[in-house]
């Protein structure tokens, strides 16, 4: 008798649960069978898989993804990954337009900053149009282009009259004079600092006018310097003083000897003396009724050079509205 109960002790099942979810796959209510079958096992495995006509527990999922279809699994989610980045990335770089000196067309009478500025030239007249254009890789030929281009699109944006533009160049006072082939003397440099302000001013029917505003450390040396300057001021500046929009062709700007010829002692009256608004200014006269370039120190400060009266006159009573330090 004992020997029974030791045989019936060592007796194994041969019921396992593979072979009872098999069985249950086999018959026709094989989904209740499995849930008896769980439920009898007193949740000692894993809820069984169906895959196919085949009963697979969870346990065994990792052996149908095997390492290689591992593989392709997660390359195929960093392929996705990494095509739709770029996409994204296309997608944002087509709607995003970088166009270089535009100017919106809303800017008339409020601050517009187009592009953004490289050397900080000055705030000193606190403009409303704020144009970078990069001078500081052109020569002197590609300013004057470059200048004319800015011109012609200010036209096309229909800029009203009395808006100030300044032009940020990239450039320090003295490699902007370097850059327009300056004639005069080394001192006229030294008397300068380096804050400047040079840009257009819109007049009516589309018009502009050229100035360079510059601070001035040495008011004594720079009177004296200037004037010294005063026989090469038209060959250095009417090009870059571009009166009225007048295009200007590389053959007119080609050499120096077409310049000294077009501004020869026999087709000019040279500088004189003017008041202007209680100023007094020296005014360079091509003929009688024809003003090229005006210049006048405002106080002991500051140097203004200008193509015309209406920007002299606004600039200089900006500067003093705006009570610069004197």
């Known amino acids: 008798m004992n020997d029974n109960k030791e045989f019936e002790n060592k007796t194994t ?3 396992t649960l593979e072979s009872d979810l098999a069985s249950a796959v086999r018959d026709e209510n094989y989904g209740k069978n499995i849930i008896k079958i769980v439920t009898d096992q007193n949740k000692k495995f894993t809820i069984p898989t169906i895959v196919g006509n085949s009963v697979v527990s969870r346990r065994n999922i990792k052996d149908i993804f ?28 087509k709607n995003i337009q970088v166009e270089q000196n535009v100017i919106p067309a809303e800017a008339t009478t409020t601050k517009n900053i187009v592009n ?23 020569n002197r030929f590609e300013i004057i282009a470059e ?21 940020n160049t990239n450039l320090n006072v003295v490699q902007f004079f370097e850059k327009i082939r300056y004639s005069g003397s080394e001192s006229f440099l030294r008397s300068l600092n380096n804050e400047y302000s040079f840009g257009l001013y819109s007049t009516k029917d589309d018009k502009f006018e050229t100035y360079l505003l510059i601070k001035v450390n040495n008011f004594d040396l720079a009177f004296k310097s200037i004037l010294d300057w005063e026989k090469f001021i038209a060959i250095d500046l009417k090009d870059i003083f571009v009166g ?24 000019t ?20 009724d024809n003003t090229d370039i005006i210049y006048g120190f405002i106080n002991n400060k500051y140097l203004l050079i200008t193509s015309g009266e209406s920007s002299f006159i606004d600039i200089k009573d900006r500067l003093l509205k705006e009570n610069i330090p004197r």
Do not use: C, W
């Open 13 to 15: 099942s041969i019921h």
């Open 147 to 167: 200048i004319n281009k800015i011109k012609n699109l200010l036209v096309t944006k229909k800029i009203a009259p009395g808006n100030n533009i300044s032009i």
């Open 66 to 93: 095997t390492k290689k279809n591992m593989l392709i699994f997660f390359l195929t989610i960093i392929l996705l990954g990494g095509g739709g980045t770029i996409a994204y990335i296309l997608y944002k770089a």
């Open 244 to 267: 009225d929009n007048e295009v200007i062709t590389m053959e007119q700007t080609s050499t120096t000897t077409s310049l000294e010829k077009k501004y020869s002692k026999k087709n």
């Open 269 to 288: 009256v040279g500088f004189v003396d003017k008041i202007l608004k209680n100023y007094d200014i020296r005014e360079y006269i091509k003929n009688e």
């Open 116 to 138: 953004k500025p490289l050397i900080k030239n000055s705030d000193i007249l606190n403009p409303e149009i704020i144009q970078s254009a990069d001078f500081s890789s052109l």
